[in-house]
Each structure stands twice: as structure tokens, then as C-alpha cells.
């Protein structure tokens, strides 16, 4: 009988934590079936940060690095300059890679180092328990802002894309979501180019997920996945932002 799908030798056996309708679970089978398919899972170290996804040196079948909040592309930093030949990679969420890892992230694009940053921004924090995060949307109800956000006295949402984009050691920038399969499929052809971008020693790369969080939303996962396409695809609209591989095309 021929075998039509497939888990990916990528991820571990270990069950995911996360929320029912949490995204975060379909991400990681992205990031496992893209470096299992570009040959290079034998040789990935991945950074885990803190938040949701803490637990993620449990899921990836590959080398792992805990980091300290937000100091993730840090860390990644030094494992790249000590193995050069290594694919090293970082899965962050909103609050650990554009909060108190700003000065990290930007740094490291500005450097241009040769890693690979996967952003998950799901416009909260999760795992403390739904505070605004840097990404919450104006007008977005959380613990913290339970009138909504406002621009006046908790600032604008950040676009990190858009603001590395304008980096010169940034390689490759893009922005996808995953509330459907079209969208699916499209994440893990974005996600499969940033590492071929750090594998052809590019500079630095980021793909960014707009990702939902029912729990913390107060939403049903399908209301969920129906939010990001009607609210944060508005404010953070998809696509590429940076390419040097097809410029070198």
C-alpha cells in the first residue's frame, strides 16, 4: 500500500501542551518537515525560548538550547560563530522576540547573522496568561488593556517585519499565516526558503506566523482562526518583505 503521508522524523513522540486550536503545534510540524526535507535535521540546533513554546527542545528530534526570555537570537548567535557548518535556528513568540528581545532580534538582523528565526505572533501573551504583548491589535481586549488597546497610552502594535526588512544584513523576510491549508502550504515554503537562505549563508532570516490563541482570545478555535484573517491580516498583512535570494536570481 503506498504510504500517502507520513509523521516527520523531525518531531519526537512527545505530546504537544498546547491549548486545543493553539497553531503553535501546526508550526512545529512546518519547521520539522522543512529541515527533514532540505536534508539538514542531522545537523540543526535549535534555541527554545521562553513562553508557550518553552517546551520545544521536547518536540524537535534534533539539538536543542534553552534560552533565557528573549534572549534567544543571542544565544543562537553564539552557537552559529562556533558552528559555522550548523543549521541554527530559534522559535519565538511575540512577547519573548518583540518585547524584552528586541535589542536581540534587531542586533542580530543588523549583523546579519546567519540564522533563522521563526516568530510566532499571536497578538498576546500566552503563557502568563493573556497580557497585551507588543503585537496586540488597537482596540484588542486583554488583561491588561480590558478596555482595548489604545495608541495614546499603550503605543502602536509592532511590525517587525516591516522594520527588518530595512536591514542590511537581513536575507530573507517574510510574513505568513496558517488558518487554512492554502495558508498551510504557503508557511512551509516560506519556512523551507529561510533555511535555504541560511544554508547558502545569506545572512539572517525570519519568518514571522500570525498564529492564533483562542484561550487567551476567549474564542472558540474556529472564531479563532476566522480573527486572524479578518483583524490581523489587516494590520499585518502577508508576504515578502525581503528576498535576496531572488535577487540574486
Wanted: charged share 20%; net charge neutral; aromatic share 8%.
Amino acid at each position: 500500500m503506498a504510504v500517502v503521508f507520513q509523521k516527520t522524523k523531525g518531531l519526537t513522540d512527545t505530546p504537544f501542551h498546547y491549548c486545543p486550536g493553539c497553531t503553535h503545534g501546526i508550526v512545529h510540524r512546518l519547521v520539522a518537515e522543512a529541515m527533514e526535507e532540505l536534508g539538514v535535521l542531522d545537523k540543526a540546533i535549535g534555541v527554545a525560548p521562553v513562553g508557550c513554546a518553552v517546551f520545544a527542545y521536547e518536540y524537535f528530534n534534533c539539538d536543542m538550547q534553552e534560552a533565557a526570555h528573549g534572549r534567544a537570537p543571542a544565544v543562537a548567535t553564539g552557537i552559529k560563530r562556533v558552528h559555522p557548518d550548523k543549521i541554527v535556528f530559534t522559535y519565538q513568540g511575540d512577547g519573548d522576540l518583540a518585547a524584552i528581545g528586541t535589542a536581540e532580534t534587531v542586533h542580530a538582523a543588523a549583523r546579519g547573522e546567519n540564522i533563522t528565526v521563526i516568530f510566532i505572533n499571536n497578538a498576546i501573551y500566552g503563557m502568563t496568561g493573556g497580557q497585551m504583548a507588543p503585537t496586540s491589535l488597537i482596540g484588542q481586549e486583554t488583561l491588561t488593556t480590558p478596555y482595548g488597546r489604545k495608541p495614546e497610552t499603550n503605543g502602536y502594535p509592532i511590525k517587525m517585519c516591516e522594520m527588518l526588512s530595512t536591514l542590511e544584513g537581513a536575507a530573507y523576510i517574510e510574513r505568513v499565516s496558517v488558518y487554512d491549508v492554502k495558508h498551510v502550504l504557503n508557511a512551509k515554503k516560506a519556512i523551507k526558503n529561510a533555511f535555504k537562505a541560511q544554508i547558502n549563508k545569506k545572512g539572517f532570516s525570519m519568518i514571522e506566523v500570525l498564529s492564533s490563541c483562542p484561550t487567551n482570545w476567549g474564542m472558540s478555535p474556529n472564531e479563532a482562526l476566522k480573527w486572524i484573517k479578518d483583524k490581523m491580516e489587516q494590520y499585518y498583512p502577508l508576504g515578502v518583505y525581503k528576498n535576496t535570494l531572488e535577487e540574486e536570481k
